[in-house]
């Protein structure tokens, strides 16, 4: 109010007289002139006689008139000073409320206010942004663990194992037999950073959301509210990473104890009757017979322990003669030399290292991996089907020579028997999982034709034959380091397999194929009963061999792909003894040898047989499967890596008994 008066008093009055008026005190001296100029003006007139009495009268008026005047113009003086002492009240009023400081210094001070408020937000700003990079981080580790998690076919398994009451009961004292604390502990360590860095950071931020909560200024509270928003994000991550957490310790634990028990796999054929029981969620009926029986062919029992022939004299000689010739700086290896000199040893170390055994890769299929979709043209429009050529009988069908008419590619046609639309969707799981497999040790899928009673599988062909007729073959020397040269390219076909998450299931000497009559190179085939794995999956065999049978599907437990790798021991012994192992005077017998895991190296055929043989296949026929070696191990097991040994196995040339042949019959 006061000030509004102090304006529209400055409008009424000229501000310049004023204050000139309160400076000098004019007001005063006005007043006097005034009254001096009208005692001028009378002088005049009262020296004119004529007009005497008329003047003075007019005189008098004006006299009048001039008083009323400066009595008007008293008035608005004394309203003039009333108003500037009014003015200078309100000037000290003001000096009062501001501290005696100036409006102008008052304006720097709130700029200065604003600055620093504007700062402490920037401030702010940059935490914040911090704070989100770390919780982005968080949660991209959070996530990668996840994603790893996910696609780890272990931790599928584990939290099979997991979810299996039954498996943690029986399983659970052996557990904390097995588990060493340290290695506990560094395992979860890692897992355990990352959370704790996240614990970290929410207790320092629930720390700095206190302090926040002290500052009054309205910038603070807008931050203190985001702040605490990011705290609760950060203490939910933390709580889910807490969860997870949990849950890895559970699975590193069941991937430890399976890790453990393979590097302690037993070390004779002295088998564990302990099996993994799992709970079942999904099962899986097939029904298949196999193609062959070693004992229903000519070979019958005799195969199985009389092909221990003895070794004519003359081989036995030439074998002597062979071992003594080459055996000199090899035979040995490094135990011999020894006895040698710093020289010998030298040569015969850079002769190991040079010496390295055949690996490379078969040659790939004649044409590039491609994506089968079956056709429903008739196949005798593209191909020619050799019908009197026929390279195998399988469960369902023949498996004939063919040629593409307009290539001239020489393949293999398999005439799978496919009626009802279960049928088919059986082949075509077949061509799904050959669609997904390219290695060059599986064969390779190149066109697929459906007709109302039948599917066609045009594949790769191969010209060696069966790994089988090589087992029984008595015009095949096979040696023990041409079994290391099968045995390797099956265990890599495995294992991208299994990388690529597929079972085979029905691996056996009828389903290698070996490429060529002069090379040890072989192939997979036969993938009717392959799958995609499924970790709760079990594979029901209404089997006509179960001699290859893994006991987990004799026992109608989950398959997975040590069942796999049971087989591959099957197929060892097999080629390196030319006997199966489990196989008994009937299947009931043989089912019950496998169940037992009742199997043991017979003296004779393994005589000449290496320990590291002997101890790979002890790896693979474990009856629990969680102990078995996976295809990757089994690449580095020493008997399939070791090049000292080779080196020893090459000159060597210690033939398999399976090389023998049986005795013809009756
Ligand atoms: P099934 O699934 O019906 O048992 P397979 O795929 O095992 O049929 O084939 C049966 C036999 O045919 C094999 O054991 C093998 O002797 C022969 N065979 C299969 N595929 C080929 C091929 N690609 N090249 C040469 N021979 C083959």
Redesign the pocket.
Known sequence: MSSNLVKSLARVYDPKPLHAQKRCGRATTRRASLSTSNKRLSSPLSDQPSSKSSSSSALVHIEGQVNDLSGKIDKLLALQEASLRRLDTIGQDQGTATGGRSIEQLLCDMRAVIETVRENEEQQDQRLDALERLVSSIQQVVSFIAEVLKHSRLADLLKNSKSSSRFREKDGKEKSKVYPKGLKTQKRKKPLEASETAAGTVAHLEQKGDCYKDRKDEAAVEDEAREQEIVAELLQIKEEDKKEEEERSKEEEALWLSEERQLAAPSSSGQTDESTPDSCEENLEITFST?RHVADETLTDDLKKSRVEEASEEEDKELKEEEEAGLEAAEAGPERLEAGTEEERTDAESEIDEYVIDSSPPPPAPFEHRLVTPKTHQITSYYTINKEEV???????M?HKCEEKSSGLIL?A?I?KARSQKEKEVVKCEIEVMNQLNHANL?QLYAAFESRHEIILV?????G??LFDRIIDENYKLTELDTVLFIRQISEGLQYMHKMYILHLDLKP??I?CVSRETNKVKI??F?LARRYKPREKLRVNFGTPEFLAPEVINYEFVSFPTDMWSLGVITYMLLSGLSPFLGEDDNETLNNILACQWSFEEAEFADISEEAKDFITRLLVKSKSWRMSASQSLKHPWLSDRALHFRLHHKKNKCHSSHAPPPEG
């Open positions: 193609k390279l195998g009988g399988g469960r369902f069908g498996v293999a398999k799978i064969i594949m790769e062909y191969v010209d034959g069966e009828e389903n194929l085939i036969d009717g």
